[in-house]
């Protein structure tokens, strides 16, 4: 590819953001400069600092499992900057849930996943902590899953990309100049008027607004998700990420653990305020565990954040690719609490499409804006 006179401009510094200027700027390919512009350069409410930082390949779309296969491969890599920490996920199944669950393993099976699919009595033996009466199955990651530090995978990320030559920039797009089918200049907070020769839309949970900035609307909302820290007296061995029946999650960190739960629909609002739901922990979080988990009637609760999930009301899932119309805009967005993951994969994807003009590693067609603009979600049964 030739020098480009004018910069690629990424909206979003977060994992994605710092993903995508990672691989352009270290790909041989590409001779010109990328500027990432940063509202908020401390994070304090961006997803990638507030997730709970956990990957799988437990899918049921090929599409999904693909990404993460990638970003563990990547998070192995500098696994001691990210503090992996190597254990499976645990999906539980009640009678009703099995059949979409043994439909997901069928799929995850003829993509490489490593993944059992034990019934009741083989979950109590394997996790005699577990409560199994109501329980019909489990599926549980045998390699590939675990979770990590993601400020840390942010901070990594951003480092290469900055060691490459990336420039970060802190200031807030508030405008896009469009001529023809291009997107030409972004206008920043601070007075610039920053030229362009591709767009990339990171914005995370505010992905919505920068897309409205060029007419374009973006099913994306900033949905809150509460995370607890708790403290079991009892010592629990090997306890995978497990997600109860009911949608309850539950994993170690250090000598605690995290949980959460991700709320109804119609107690889910838009752009809610980044206040801890502590009710949620009293209400649904805390009996579904008691329930599920014997020992975890006696928590105590030592601590909780809340962060965004940059949510895909169509279908949940990234919406990756070049817009049909603006062809120089390029989206990386709506991951639904999946971006901390696939933000490896992603980055390399949009580093492909506008070095190489296509997809040379995954095709990640099937993520792409077309489906956005027919209502024509792409499926994915395993949703946390």
Not at 1 to 19: F, R, Y
Not at 87 to 113: D, I, K, N, T
Not at 170 to 190: C, K, N, P, Q, S
Not at 234 to 263: F, M, N
Request: with cysteine; hydrophobic share 50%.
């Amino acid at each position: 590819m030739g020098l480009m006179t004018d910069p690629v401009v990424i909206v979003g510094g977060g994992a994605v953001g710092s993903a995508a200027a990672h691989f352009l700027a270290s790909d041989p390919a590409f001779a010109g400069r990328v500027v990432v512009i940063e509202r908020d350069p401390t994070y304090r409410q961006a997803s990638s600092a507030l997730s709970a930082s956990s990957i799988r390949q437990q899918f049921s779309s090929p599409i999904n499992i693909l990404l993460s296969r990638f970003g563990f491969g990547f998070l192995r890599a500098i696994a001691d900057e990210v503090s992996l920490v190597e254990r499976g996920y645990l999906f539980l199944a009640s009678p009703a849930g099995m059949a979409a669950l043994e439909a997901s393993h069928r799929v995850q099976r003829a993509h490489g996943v490593a993944v059992a699919l034990l019934a009741p009595a083989e979950l109590a033996a394997r996790f005699p902590w577990l409560a199994t009466a109501d329980l019909a199955g489990g599926s549980f990651g045998l390699a590939g899953e675990g979770w990590f530090d993601g400020y840390a995978l942010l901070q990594a990320l951003k480092r290469r990309a900055r060691a490459n030559g990336v420039e970060y920039r802190h200031a807030e797009a508030v405008g896009l100049e469009i001529r023809g089918d291009a997107v030409v200049r972004v206008a920043l907070d601070d007075g610039t008027r920053l030229a362009c020769s591709q767009l990339v839309n990171a914005a995370g949970p505010w992905a919505a607004r920068l897309a409205r900035l060029a007419g374009i609307e973006l099913p994306v909302r900033a949905r809150r998700r509460s995370v607890f820290v708790i403290d079991c007296r009892t010592k629990l061995a090997d306890v995978p990420l497990t997600i109860d029946p009911s949608g309850v999650w539950v994993r170690p960190e250090g000598a605690h653990y995290l949980c959460g739960v991700s709320p109804p629909s119609w107690r889910d609002p838009d752009d809610a305020p980044l206040e801890v739901q502590h009710a949620e922990f009293d209400d649904v979080v805390w009996p579904a565990l008691a329930a599920r988990v014997p020992a975890f009637e006696a928590v105590k609760p030592v601590s909780a954040w809340a962060g965004y999930y940059e949510y895909n009301t169509l279908d949940q899932n990234g919406i990756v690719g070049r817009h049909p119309r603006l062809t120089n805009l390029i989206f990386a967005n709506g991951f639904s609490g999946h971006g901390i993951q696939q933000s490896p994969a992603v980055g390399r994807a949009v580093a492909e499409l506008i070095v190489h003009g296509r997809y040379m590693s995954l095709d990640l067609a099937p993520l792409g804006f077309e489906r956005i603009a027919a209502n024509v979600p792409l499926t994915e049964l395993a949703i946390v």
